[in-house]
């Protein structure tokens, strides 16, 4: 399909300062939760990256509300698009192909970036790669750290999803080694979080709860790792039974009149997530022989769960690659930095009708 391209309105003039024009530039468009996230990525470099976030409206629920998120994904993507080209010093006109997340996320979310996006590639008349938000999430690395070592186990842990992946090529070849089988770990932060009587999303207030506690005042239980478990659940996570562990433990302690070492509980309940994390991301590593281990989400943000993943890389062996908390989170850098990775080794683009998959399997890293 083929089409007249458009300048916008809304955007500013072409600024060919940013770089040489040597490799080509891609905008990436997210929208598979509560972040809409549009960037500019040339080559391995992001030149610019805007994410409107409406966690904000979801706090009184509790979780994120799909329709909450969809009307927000309408009502924030014109902007963030022309604030992303501002940013970046660069008009629409200027790109050489659209990058948007095709998969997994929310189905009405999803819709409103996978429209956006394939409407954007036919009035430019650019190529459109819709891509895979998990793989994606891995790809956020490249923009920090250069190009990512191949294999690489991934660790990806946030509101949406708990996985441990085998990147053996980031454009093309990513094999899931476990999942969560129950609760992802941010929604386990966030549940906890809102039986201590912590604000949503609440990741951030248990760490900080946390910094005051004991990690090893309750032995909170580490989901999956009894060696029964370990046989059919190697690499999976389960956050469920820990969340329940939590409550019981607090409703004893009220039931008995005594109070809630809030403190306590938040640091045990933050080291039990980051100590069953990281242990099935290492002993992934040391399975698969792979000496690099990369992990990205939201919960990346947790400290204890950096220092952790840090010291036993170390003790094993293995370099860790983390990126810029801001890169850890949802966003359209990400998206455009695997659309990146998918020109630059001159794979074929999406058709213009690619489904929102909301269900996409991480095999498929790209939407055919
Ligand atoms: P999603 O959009 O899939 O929910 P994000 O990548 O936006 O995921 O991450 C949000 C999640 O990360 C929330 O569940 C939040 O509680 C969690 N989170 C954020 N900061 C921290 C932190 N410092 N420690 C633990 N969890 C965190
Ligand atoms: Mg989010």
Redesign the pocket.
């Known amino acids: 399909m083929s089409a007249t391209p458009r300048s916008s309105p809304l955007v500013p003039r072409s600024d060919t300062s940013r770089g040489p024009r040597t490799e080509p530039l891609i905008l990436g468009v997210e929208s598979s ?3 809409t996230g549009v960037a500019f990525v040339r080559g391995n470099t992001l030149l610019g990256d805007v994410v409107a976030s409406s ?1 904000e409206q979801h706090a009184r629920f509790g979780g ?1 509300v799909p329709e909450v998120a969809s009307r927000a994904h309408l009502e924030e993507l014109i902007p963030t698009i022309t604030r992303a080209c501002q940013e970046a010093g660069h008009r629409l006109a200027d790109i050489d192909a659209v990058a948007v997340t095709s998969g997994p996320g929310l189905a009405g979310a999803l819709m409103v970036g996978v429209a956006s996006a394939k409407a954007l590639a036919w009035s430019l008349d650019k190529p459109l790669y819709g891509v895979n938000h998990l793989a994606a999430h891995v790809c956020a690395d490249v923009l920090d750290h250069g190009p990512l070592p191949e294999p690489t186990v991934a660790l990806l842990v ?4 708990t996985n441990l992946l085998l990147v053996r090529d980031i454009a093309s070849d990513v094999v899931e080694l476990g999942s969560t089988i129950d609760d ?4 386990a ?2 549940k906890v ?1 809102r039986v201590l009587g912590l604000p949503y ?4 207030h ?2 900080r709860a946390a910094a005051d506690g004991d990690a090893s005042a309750i032995p909170f239980p580490r989901g999956l790792t009894s060696r029964k478990d370990l046989e059919r659940h190697r690499f999976d996570y389960s956050f469920s039974g820990l969340k329940t562990a939590v409550v019981r433990w607090v409703q004893e302690r009220e039931a008995a009149g005594e109070p809630v070492p809030v403190a306590d509980v938040a640091a045990s309940f ?1 080291e039990a997530v980051a100590d069953v994390l990281t242990r099935k991301a290492i002993d992934a590593c040391e399975e698969y022989g792979v000496h690099d281990l990369q992990i990205g ?3 990346t ?3 204890r ?1 950096r220092a952790m993943a840090q010291e036993r890389c170390a003790a094993a062996g293995i370099s860790l690659r983390v990126p810029r908390v801001r890169l ?3 966003n359209g850098a990400m998206v455009a930095a695997l659309g990146s990775q998918m020109v630059q080794r001159g794979l074929a683009p999406s058709s213009l009708d690619l489904p929102a998959d909301s269900s996409m399997p991480v095999s498929q890293v790209k939407a055919e």
């Open positions: 939760c509560d972040e966690v994120v946030s509101g949406g999803h992802a770990a941010g929604e932060f966030d979080a999303p609440g990741g951030p248990i760490e933050n989400g939201g919960v943000a947790n400290s769960l850890c989170t949802d």
